[in-house]
């Protein structure tokens, strides 16, 4: 999460990245991967900020995405 994620969606997954995505913190590992899967295979999506997003996301496997939201839940805890 650190390394591939945290600049644009925040320490926590608190930030709306480019104030367009939702927060990865109140998202599911569902979710996660379904918009990681539009990124990598629908040219045009996400707002114009595919062009930051698709080399990322082409990059993510699936258990990847279960361990970036299990660690944001981790540090998310109430």
Same mark, same amino acid.
């Given at each position: 999460?650190?390394?591939?994620?945290?600049?644009?969606? =925040?320490?926590?997954?608190? /930030?709306?990245?480019?104030?367009? !995505?939702?927060?990865?913190?109140?998202?599911?590992?569902? $979710? @996660?991967?379904?918009?990681?899967?539009?990124?990598?295979?629908?040219?045009?999506? =996400?707002?114009?900020?595919? /062009?930051?997003?698709?080399?990322? !996301?082409?990059?993510?496997?699936?258990?990847?995405?279960? $361990? @970036?939201?299990?660690?944001?839940?981790?540090?998310?805890?109430?």
């Amino acid at each position: 999460y650190v390394n591939k994620c945290q600049s644009c969606h =925040g320490k926590k997954g608190e /930030i709306s990245a480019y104030n367009v !995505a939702k927060p990865l913190k109140d998202m599911s590992s569902e $979710d @996660i991967a379904y918009a990681i899967n539009r990124y990598t295979n629908e040219a045009g999506y =996400g707002n114009g900020y595919d /062009i930051i997003m698709r080399p990322i !996301a082409s990059n993510i496997r699936s258990q990847e995405v279960k $361990d @970036i939201k299990s660690y944001l839940d981790s540090i998310n805890k109430k």
